[in-house]
């Protein structure tokens, strides 16, 4: 099956900075998602790319879609303690089944 | 509001026995899904429907089973086959299966 390295599996920062992570695939996909889970409750969908190259951004979010179509980065700047959680990527081949990444666990300290 | 509702928020299962997880959702979507979530880990998926009346086994489906009678419907039935059901379990949805899934709020189900 497909297999999806995300990376860093944890992240802990100051309040403010900058924060990057990755995830990368064996295969090509044509949807990367990222998505941001808090404790307790269900994983909610942020940024979804469609094209290979396409840069898009969500607020303080930033994510882009590789141009091999293998990977994907999620980057946050100015980081808040809200930004606090597992931040998940998940990518799709046409026909196939979304595949998640492992998680990345961001904490931020004020 | 449109939304996905999983009920209850938490559950507990004596040994032996068959509980059902609800995955109830008002966004018109097609398709749904259930997935395992350990802590510290990734998401499994257990079971996925496409349409109404259809469903496919996902990564770990030994030990659950589920039913789509009704398009907003999409219950998970543990069984006591489930040797090790105690997992964060999150149900979503989406427009088909091409579309991103939108997810619920989850249900924990723990092992008396």
């Known amino acids: 099956g497909q297999q999806l390295n995300q990376s860093p599996q944890s992240m802990f920062i100051q309040e403010g900075e900058d924060v990057s992570m990755n995830c990368t695939s064996s295969?090509?996909?044509?949807?990367w998602l990222w998505y941001k889970q808090e404790p307790g409750e269900g994983p909610v969908l942020l940024i979804a790319?469609?094209?290979?190259?396409e840069l898009t951004s969500n607020g303080r979010l930033t994510a882009q879609f590789g141009i091999t179509r293998k990977d994907s980065f999620l980057n946050i700047s100015a980081s808040i303690p809200s930004d606090v959680g597992i931040y998940f990527c998940?990518?799709?081949?046409?026909?196939?089944?979304?595949?998640f990444g492992e998680g990345t666990q961001l904490t931020v300290n004020p | 509001d449109g939304g996905i509702t999983q009920s209850p928020k938490y559950l507990f299962r004596k040994e032996g026995q068959n509980v059902t997880l609800s995955c109830e959702q008002n966004?018109?979507?097609?398709?749904m899904y259930w997935y395992r979530q350990d802590p510290g880990q990734g998401l499994r998926l257990i079971y996925y429907?496409?349409?109404?009346?259809?469903?496919q086994k996902g990564d770990i489906a030994e030990g659950y089973s589920v039913s789509r009678e009704k398009k907003e419907s999409f219950p998970l039935t543990v069984t006591s086959a489930q040797k090790n059901p105690t997992a964060f379990y999150l149900c979503?949805?989406?427009?088909?299966?091409?579309?991103?899934?939108?997810f619920g709020d989850g249900t924990r189900l723990s092992i008396l």
């Open positions: 966004l018109n979507h097609d398709a």
């Open positions: 998940a990518g799709q081949a046409s026909g196939s089944r979304l595949t």
């Open positions: 790319l469609y094209k290979a190259g």
């Open positions: 979503a949805s989406s427009i088909n299966g091409n579309q991103p899934q939108h």
């Open positions: 429907s496409q349409i109404v009346n259809d469903f």
């Open positions: 295969s090509i996909f044509n949807t």
